[in-house]
């Protein structure tokens, strides 16, 4: 098993990934969009050339705070669940974030994915009582 960051050298590995990895397809030119951002950084599990797990983050900076890394995303084929996959792709983004200066990673869930809230607490993140809002920006037609 291989992990590792991608580079934007790296897109023809979104051409090989396992079910379930991903919400959605990969689009290949999002993936391109994607890894051609400096600030964007994904990790991804191999196994045997087939993407088997990735955890996607944004480093970003604000006018009053130090560089922080925003974990967006974390999923792992359910073929490749409980073996410590999931961990190890969010200590690579962990570790990319330190390299990179920020001062604090963070990453939300749901409260009952209790999955999700372990991987967190095994990497050696801790719960705060943070409510996340969401809103729709419905795209508007330029005809």
Same mark, same amino acid.
């Given at each position: 098993?291989?992990?590792?960051?991608?580079?934007?050298?790296?897109?023809?590995?979104?051409?090989? #990934? $396992?079910?379930?990895?991903?919400?959605?397809?990969?689009? =290949?030119?999002?993936?391109?969009?994607? +890894?051609?951002?400096? *600030?964007?950084?994904?990790?991804?599990?191999?196994?045997?050339?087939?993407?088997?797990?990735?955890?996607?983050?944004?480093?970003?900076?604000?006018?009053?705070?130090?560089?922080?890394?925003?974990?967006?995303?974390?999923? #792992? $084929?359910?073929?490749?669940?409980?073996?410590?996959?999931? =961990?190890?792709l969010v200590e690579l983004? +962990?570790?990319?974030? *330190?390299?990179?200066?920020?001062?604090?990673?963070?990453?939300?869930?749901?409260?009952?994915?209790?999955?999700?809230?372990?991987?967190?607490?095994?990497?050696?993140?801790?719960?705060?009582?943070?409510?996340?809002?969401?809103?729709?920006?419905?795209?508007?037609?330029?005809e």
């Open positions: 098993m291989e992990v590792r960051i991608l580079d934007k050298a790296d897109a023809a590995l979104f051409n090989r #990934v $396992a079910e379930d990895v991903f919400d959605n397809s990969v689009n =290949r030119e999002l993936a391109v969009e994607f +890894l051609g951002d400096s *600030r964007h950084h994904i990790s991804v599990a191999l196994d045997g050339g087939l993407m088997v797990g990735f955890a996607s983050a944004v480093h970003y900076v604000h006018p009053d705070k130090p560089a922080e890394l925003w974990i967006n995303e974390v999923g #792992v $084929a359910p073929s490749h669940q409980r073996r410590g996959i999931g =961990r190890r983004l +962990l570790e990319r974030g *330190r390299e990179l200066g920020c001062h604090e990673a963070w990453v939300l869930t749901e409260h009952a994915n209790a999955a999700a809230r372990e991987l967190y607490r095994a990497t050696g993140g801790t719960e705060s009582d943070t409510v996340m809002a969401t809103f729709k920006l419905p795209q508007t037609s330029t």
